[in-house]
T-cell receptor
Framework: DTGVSQDPRHKITKRGQNVTFRCDPISEHNRLYWYRQTLGQGPEFLTYFQNEAQLEKSRLLSDRFSAERPKGSFSTLEIQRTEQGDSAMYLC????????FGPGTRLLVL | DQQVKQNSPSLSVQEGRISILNCDYTNSMFDYFLWYKKYPAEGPTFLISISSIKDKNEDGRFTVFLNKSAKHLSLHIVPSQPGDSAVYFCAATSPGATSGSRLTFGEGTQLTVNP
C-alpha cells in the first residue's frame, strides 16, 4: 500500500455515459499525476497538478476529459461521452522525490 | 514515437539465478531513470532509480546500471525469487524540465521466476 487511494477500482459503463474517478494522494505531496495504461503498454502521462494548479495536459487528454484538484488535495478525472477506446486502467500518482502510484481504476466501456 | 523501449516482452529465469531486464531510450534530455514493478490489478510500485550522473545504483538484490553513451539501462535482480514475478517497467524523466517530472514509460517486461 503506497498511501495513494483511488475510487472506484472498477467501472463498467455504456458508451456515451459520463464517468468520474477520484484519487486521494499522500497528504503532504503537492504534485499529483494522472496516467492511462492500456493492455500491453506502459502508463502514459495525461496531466499533472502542482497543488490546485493544473500545469500540463497531454495531447491524449481530449476535450471530453477534464481533471480537477480543488484545494490541492484529492483530484477527480471526468470523462464525458465515453467511447470504447477509453477502456483502460487510469492511474493516479502522488509525488515527492518519487512518484507513488495508486491501485488504479479499471474502466470498461461497452 | 516510443522514447523509452523495452524490447523483451517477457523473460523467464530459474529461482536463484540472475534476472537482467533491459531498457533503451532515445531522448537525450532524460536525466533520471526509474524501475517500477507491477502485479496484476495493482498500481506500479517503485523499485529503484538512478540519476544520469551515476552509472550504477544498488539496493539489496536490485542493481540498476546506466550507460549514457548507449542510452541504455538495465536492472539486475540477484538472486531471483518467485515473488519477483511481475511486469517491470522502465521509466525516464527530466526533473529540471518544465514538464514537472512526468514519467515516460517503456512497454514493460513480464518476468517469471520459476521455482
Amino acid at each position: 500500500d503506497t498511501g495513494v487511494s483511488q475510487d472506484p477500482r472498477h467501472k463498467i459503463t455504456k458508451r456515451g455515459q459520463n464517468v468520474t474517478f477520484r484519487c486521494d494522494p499522500i497528504s503532504e505531496h503537492n504534485r499529483l499525476y494522472w496516467y492511462r495504461q492500456t493492455l500491453g503498454q506502459g502508463p502514459e502521462f495525461l496531466t499533472y497538478f502542482q497543488n490546485e494548479a493544473q500545469l500540463e495536459k497531454s495531447r491524449l487528454l481530449s476535450d471530453r476529459f477534464s481533471a480537477e484538484r480543488p484545494k490541492g488535495s484529492f483530484s477527480t478525472l471526468e470523462i464525458q461521452r465515453t467511447e470504447q477506446g477509453d477502456s483502460a486502467m487510469y492511474l493516479c500518482a502522488s509525488h515527492r522525490e518519487t512518484q507513488y502510484f495508486g491501485p488504479g481504476t479499471r474502466l470498461l466501456v461497452l | 514515437d516510443q522514447q523509452v523501449k523495452q524490447n523483451s516482452p517477457s523473460l523467464s529465469v530459474q529461482e536463484g539465478r540472475i534476472s537482467i531486464l533491459n531498457c533503451d531510450y532515445t531522448n537525450s534530455m532524460f536525466d533520471y531513470f526509474l524501475w517500477y514493478k507491477k502485479y496484476p490489478a495493482e498500481g506500479p510500485t517503485f523499485l529503484i532509480s538512478i540519476s544520469s550522473i551515476k552509472d550504477k545504483n544498488e539496493d539489496g538484490r536490485f542493481t540498476v546500471f546506466l550507460n549514457k553513451s548507449a542510452k541504455h539501462l538495465s536492472l539486475h535482480i540477484v538472486p531471483s525469487q518467485p515473488g519477483d514475478s511481475a511486469v517491470y517497467f522502465c521509466a525516464a524523466t527530466s526533473p529540471g524540465a518544465t514538464s514537472g517530472s512526468r514519467l515516460t514509460f517503456g512497454e514493460g517486461t513480464q518476468l517469471t521466476v520459476n521455482p
